[in-house]
Each structure stands twice: as structure tokens, then as C-alpha cells.
């Protein structure tokens, strides 16, 4: 399954609301499952971004939707990055000439 990598910074009103954070994660956890995916592991962050969250999820379609949903709630803005295992970087790297 397509592993993708998110990075999340709060909003205005995201930080305000970051004591109900936990619950709006775990709430996206299960939506995850939910939708065939599951979410490997979310990190408060130090630096750029604020959270960067490792998920398993069947297809860009589905990450697309999660991602728009989590947006319409107004807590988080993304930048989303599809990551590539060992496995597959490999067969990438095979395939050039």
C-alpha cells in the first residue's frame, strides 16, 4: 500500500483549539482504518511544521480526500509527500537505463 507523508502546520484557529488536538487525531486514525488505511505514526514537531504524520492509504484518490476533509475543518493546513520504501526505490533505480 502507498506510504505518503504529511506535514502539518496549525491555523490560527488550530492553535487555538490544540488541547482538543489528541481527539482530532485519533478521530483521523480511525477514519484512516475506515477508508482502508491506517495512519503508522503521528509526531508533535520542533522547526517548520508542527505535526508530520506516516500513513498507509490504498490510493492518491483516498489520501486526497482525507487530506480535504482535515482541511474543511480548518485546524491544520498540509503538504502531503508520497514516500517510497527500499523495496520499491530499488525497483525504481532498476528500471533506468
Not at 507523508?5 to 485519533?26: E, M, S
Not at 478521530?27 to 491506517?38: D, L, M, N, V
Not at 517548520?48 to 482535515?70: F, G, H
Request: hydrophobic fraction near 40%; charge should be negative.
Amino acid at each position: 500500500m502507498p506510504i505518503y507523508i504529511t506535514l502539518y502546520n496549525w491555523t490560527d484557529q488550530g492553535i487555538h483549539n490544540v488541547k482538543d488536538a489528541p481527539a482530532r487525531i485519533r478521530q483521523t486514525c480511525q477514519s484512516a482504518e475506515a477508508g482502508g488505511g491506517r495512519v503508522l505514526g503521528v509526531f508533535l514537531t520542533m522547526g517548520q511544521y508542527d505535526l508530520v504524520a506516516i500513513s498507509e492509504v490504498p490510493d492518491d484518490e483516498t489520501y486526497a480526500a482525507s487530506l480535504l476533509a482535515q482541511g474543511m475543518m480548518g485546524n491544520v493546513r498540509s503538504t502531503s509527500l508520497r514516500a517510497f520504501s527500499e523495496e520499491e526505490f530499488e525497483g525504481i533505480v532498476g528500471r533506468l537505463p
